[in-house]
Each structure stands twice: as C-alpha cells, then as structure tokens.
C-alpha cells in the first residue's frame, strides 16, 4: 500500500522560503516519477514540478529558477525547495507518485505566502 505525507508548508512572508517534505511508503523512490501539484482556492490543480524515474526534473514556468524538487532514496522522501516565494505560491501542495501505472496523491499542506 502506498502513502504519502507531506510536511513543511506554513505562512511565510513573500521572498522568504519552505521547504516541503513528502514522507513515502509502499514506493520506490528510487525509480518512481514523482512530483508536486498545488492547487489555490477555486482553481485546478497545477503541475509545480515532477522528477522521472531516471532524475530528470521539470518545472512549471511560473516557479522555475525558484523551486527545487529532489529525492532521498535513503530517507524515502521527496522534497520541494521554495525560494523566493511570491503570494501568488499560495496553494495547498500536494506530492504525488506513481506506481505500476496508477498515480497516488497525499492529504496535502497549506502553503500560505503574505505580502
């Protein structure tokens, strides 16, 4: 069974910085693609960035040169670094992976940036 739990989310002041973290089980963050969605009130939920099963990451436009996602195979986790955190970041995120073809998504935490 797989489970996926975020941390790290909070208010922070615009320009300041969080840094998610998504516990796993029952995958292999290894070679698993995983990833970052966010979604704001009212809005859909959005790609912010994802990394394949062989390292490769991509980014959303909007938070390229700012965000970072890694993974520690060791610890089983996947983070997000967010530097330069606009109010516009203001989001729940959530982490998601896949698996054998099915994607599985966290509970999500609150990202909450003031300006």
């Known amino acids: 069974q797989v489970h996926l739990v975020e941390s790290g989310g909070g208010l922070v002041q615009a320009g300041g910085s969080l840094r998610l973290s998504c516990a796993t089980s029952?995958?292999?963050?290894?070679?698993?693609?995983m990833g970052w969605y966010r979604q704001a009130p009212g809005k859909q939920r959005d790609l912010v960035a994802n990394?394949?099963?062989?390292?490769?990451?991509t980014y959303a436009e909007s938070v390229k040169d700012r965000f970072t996602i890694s993974r520690d195979w060791r610890r089983a986790t996947v983070s997000l670094q967010m530097n330069n955190l606009k109010p516009e970041d203001a989001a729940v995120y959530y982490c998601?992976?896949?698996?054998?073809?099915?994607?599985?998504w966290g509970r999500g935490t609150q990202v909450t940036v003031s300006s």
């Open positions: 998601t992976a896949h698996r054998s073809g099915t994607q599985f």
């Open positions: 029952g995958i292999n963050v290894k070679i698993a693609p």
């Open positions: 990394i394949s099963g062989s390292g490769v990451t």
